[in-house]
């Protein structure tokens, strides 16, 4: 039982930035990775960017040298640091966790509401 709460969307010209924020609470054992997915309309929900516990990234190639992922461990927080942002960014993003549950040996997976970002002059 998982919740997260995201911020940071919005609206920003073509080359502007954007800082996105996610929060994990809720009864959970511990967080093993949290993350950053999106879907633009008619498309698949594809990876951003991930993190885990220990501090491995991943990124799509598309926003390698663009976007920077980072982490509280304390504050089971994450963050997506948005630079020079293109029109082929909007989409809706959406963080996601990958956690134990409490009190058992099980994994589970939680995804937050959402946040749009639109890129547009």
């Known amino acids: 039982q998982v919740q997260l709460v995201e911020s940071g969307g919005g609206l920003v010209q073509p080359g502007g930035s954007l800082r996105l924020s996610c929060s994990a609470s809720?009864?959970?054992?511990?967080?093993?990775?949290m993350g950053w997915h999106r879907q633009a309309p008619g498309n698949q929900r594809e990876l951003v960017a991930r993190m885990t516990r220990g501090g491995t990234e991943n990124y799509a190639d598309s926003v390698k040298g663009r976007f920077t992922i980072s982490g509280d461990n304390a504050k089971n927080t994450v963050y997506l640091q948005m630079n020079s942002l293109k029109p082929e960014d909007t989409a809706v993003y959406y963080c996601n966790a990958g956690y134990w549950v409490l009190g058992a040996v099980r994994f589970n997976e939680a995804w937050g509401q959402g946040t749009q970002v639109t890129v547009s002059s």
């Open positions: 809720g009864s959970f054992g511990s967080i093993a990775s």
